[in-house]
């Protein structure tokens, strides 16, 4: 079956660089969700979209913005990258117009800011 | 504000013990959702198991199995006769109830989350 797909799977990137992460959802979910995982921590909520809307805020950086597109395929893009921003980055997708579809992660992508 | 601990922060274990993963947690909404996701060191995250606030129905799944308790907000995940494989970092999660246009479970909050390590 096919899964959430993320890319690159890995990153690296220098401090004030910018980066695009890419997640392409399982088809037909229409919700994606993006998190974020430092070392050592649990995954923190960041943004998601529905139906090509954003639908939840979290505790995403000023500096980062993201988007669904028509294909529901979504881009978390972040800029001016500070070394705290290294992390591995989930993106989830769910189904949200049926009922009883939780979220499935993808295998995230690892950035690393040097 | 949701909130779910998990106050072991690791546990080890001799291979075929059983062991209990504790889930405590805290919200204010009447229909909220748990869950259990498991992460091998391979980094992905493996969904486990969800419940819904309204069913209290203890679950098993093979070696797994849940005991979800409303009276003491806790949702503990014990594996039976653990394995090497079952070696990775266990997550509880809590996604509150339903949004409109429908319930959404991905708007999640992790607890700390609990390193099993079992040994051969």
């Known amino acids: 079956a096919a899964g959430v797909i993320q890319s690159p799977r890995h990153l690296i990137k220098e401090k004030r660089e910018t980066a695009t992460l890419k997640c392409y959802p399982i088809?037909?979910?229409?919700?994606v969700y993006w998190y974020q995982q430092g070392p050592g921590q649990d995954p923190q909520f960041l943004i998601s979209?529905?139906?090509?809307?954003?639908?939840d805020k979290g505790s995403i950086p000023d500096r980062f913005s993201a988007q669904q597109f028509s294909d529901y395929h979504s881009e978390l893009n972040m800029s001016s990258l500070e070394l705290g921003d290294s992390a591995l980055y989930f993106c989830a997708s769910s189904w949200r117009g049926r009922l009883n579809t939780e979220a499935f992660f993808g295998q995230g992508t690892r950035l690393t800011v040097v | 504000a949701q909130k779910v601990t998990q106050a072991q922060t690791e546990i080890s274990v001799v291979e075929k013990e059983d062991v209990t993963l504790d889930c405590v947690y805290e919200t204010r909404d009447t229909t909220y959702y748990l869950f259990w996701y498991k992460q091998p060191p391979s980094g992905e995250l493996v969904f486990l198991i969800r419940?819904?606030?309204?069913?209290?129905q203890n679950e098993i799944s093979g070696r797994y199995s849940w005991n979800f308790q409303k009276s003491t907000s806790s949702f503990n995940f014990t594996i039976t006769a653990s394995q090497v494989v079952d070696s990775a970092v266990y997550f509880c999660?809590?996604?509150?109830?339903?949004?409109?246009?429908?319930?959404?479970?991905?708007?999640?909050?992790f607890g700390q989350g609990t390193i099993l390590t079992v040994h051969p």
């Open positions: 088809p037909r979910h229409d919700t």
């Open positions: 419940r819904n606030s309204f069913d209290e």
């Open positions: 999660a809590l996604s509150e109830g339903g949004n409109a246009g429908g319930t959404s479970y991905g708007k999640l909050t």
């Open positions: 979209f529905y139906e090509k809307m954003q639908s």
